[in-house]
């Protein structure tokens, strides 16, 4: 079973960029549409963005225009740049396999000045 581990969290400030990764353990080529969600203190766990095993992207209102997913699977690995962050979007972020119950650990990103 594929396993997940998603790192690149940390502070940021309003108005920077960062750049958040998933590696999974073993291939995801041609075969998973990966997500990232994320979960802010006292708040439900919420979609963020999706890669589809053909390339296709689709964000959440909040974010489109400022995150961009992709995908490498070459390197096992799915990023999501996050730009012009807004104090909103503090929270812990994670990745996820559409549609399986597997999920990374999460990475913590603050957005703070």
């Known amino acids: 079973q594929v396993q997940l581990v998603e790192s690149g969290g940390g502070l940021v400030q309003p108005g920077g960029s960062l750049r958040l990764s998933c590696t999974a353990s073993?291939?995801?080529?041609?075969?998973?549409?990966i997500e990232w969600h994320r979960q802010a203190p006292g708040q439900e766990r919420e979609w963020v963005a999706r890669?589809?095993?053909?390339?296709?992207?689709h964000y959440a209102d909040s974010v489109n225009g400022r995150f961009f997913i992709s995908r490498d699977n070459a390197r096992r690995r799915v990023s999501l740049q996050m730009n012009r962050p807004k104090p909103e979007d503090t929270a812990v972020y994670f990745c996820h396999i559409f549609g399986t119950p597997t999920w990374g650990q999460g990475t913590q990103v603050t957005v703070s000045s």
């Open positions: 073993g291939s995801i080529a041609g075969r998973y549409d």
């Open positions: 890669v589809m095993e053909n390339l296709d992207t």
